[in-house]
């Protein structure tokens, strides 16, 4: 090899690190024998920083920038040995760039849940995720405690550790919040900053500085969350007495829709039987009606009932309830007043407007 080959495969003209990927961290700059030539160009692009190494030495630290490597502008630079053959003062020193962007997105989440006690519920079991950023700000301890000899560093080479870095302060902090969790959700920023500043000192340790974290969800165990749903129903449904009369109002409405469902018509009795009851007070009398006694022919207490007659009808005698019965049998207690119901209608109705019972009626008053 002739020394112009020689020269022009060693000696380095310009430094620079042009990063394409996400993740990388910190790349060391490779050249032949770490061979640069005095006064090469080294360029620092923005959201990057650089460092100048001779034999484990910082000669020093560039900002983003153009600067011209010389002895005049690194003075550290005069005391490292010059290129054997004395040409263009080359020396030999390694570069390194670490990339001083934010690295956003990298995400945290406890293993196993976090026991503590709430002051509402008592004893629970949480689980707890979300993000967090980092970014190198210490050059210099960053290639100490992380880079090492390494040609390059990615940021997941890292992210175990410092995840776990978090989620060990994110468990002290929700054990020690007293927080119920209730109101746990509108304090996911207070506790997360409360975080980021206690787990600021071990990211420091190796360089980098956490800057922000951000806790997305705490959740309770499936069967805590699904009682809690309950209890949440019960308090939104308040009156429990005026939730049945609609759950029985709505059966109804479906049985009609479904006249020919025999289902539907087993629900309408059930549940109409109920409502039947409830808008037959006011259309008796204005005072409230006493208890309606059980059907003729109902099965005594602790016995199966019979089965329901195939047409079954309700009417009211003397403000009590009667049925269920055929129309046979309604019809020898029918007056055109009589107040009638079964499946399908949607309230008590004079046996008059009903047109199945208009025909029996017939020279009735």
């Known amino acids: 090899m002739s020394l112009r080959e020689l020269l022009a495969g060693e000696l380095v003209d310009i ?8 993740d990388a961290m910190a790349w060391r700059f490779a050249r032949p024998q770490n061979e640069i030539k005095n006064g090469a160009q080294l360029i620092v692009r923005p959201g990057q920083m650089a460092m100048l190494v001779d034999q484990g ?50 995400k945290w989440g406890t293993a196993n849940p976090v026991i503590l006690r709430d002051p509402e519920l008592g004893p629970i079991r949480l689980r ?36 776990d870095m978090v989620v060990a302060r994110v468990s002290s ?54 009682t809690l749903d309950q209890k949440s129903r019960l308090n939104v449904i308040g009156d429990l007495d005026r939730y049945a009369r609609l759950q029985s109002a709505d059966a109804v409405r479906d049985a009609a829709r479904n006249p020919g469902g025999g289902a539907a018509a ?14 037959a007070g006011p259309a008796l009398a204005t005072a409230p009606a006493p208890a309606l006694a059980p059907p003729a022919g109902a099965a005594s207490a602790g016995a199966e009932p019979p089965p329901l007659p195939i047409a079954a009808w309700y009417y009211v005698e003397g403000r009590e309830r009667r049925g269920p019965v055929d129309e046979a049998t309604l ?35």
């Open 15 to 22: 430094i620079e690190w042009s990063d394409e990927s996400d």
């Open 266 to 279: 087993v629900v309408g009795l059930g549940v109409g039987a109920a409502l039947g009851q409830r808008a």
């Open 173 to 226: 902090a929700l054990a020690d919040s007293a927080i119920s969790v209730y109101e746990l959700a509108a304090k996911y920023a207070e506790v997360g900053a409360r975080v980021q500043e206690a787990v600021a000192d071990q990211f420091r340790q190796y360089g980098l500085s956490i800057t922000q974290l951000v806790i997305e969800n705490v959740s309770l165990p499936p069967e805590v969350e699904a």
């Open 128 to 163: 707890a995720y979300g993000t967090y950023a980092v970014r190198v700000t210490d050059a210099r301890r960053f290639v100490q405690e992380l880079l090492g000899a390494s040609a390059a560093f990615v940021v997941d080479q890292v992210a175990e550790q410092l995840r």
């Open 57 to 106: 030495t910082v000669a020093d630290v560039f900002q983003p920038g153009r600067f011209e490597l010389t002895t005049a502008n690194v003075p550290l630079l005069s005391s490292l040995r010059g290129w054997k053959y004395g040409f263009s003062s080359p020396f030999k020193a390694d570069v390194i760039f670490l990339s001083t962007k934010q690295f956003v997105g990298r």
């Open 331 to 365: 019809a020898q207690s029918l007056t055109p007043s009589t107040l009638v119901w079964t499946a399908g209608m949607a309230a008590w109705t004079p046996a008059a407007a009903v047109t199945e019972l208009s025909a029996r009626l017939k020279g009735r008053s």
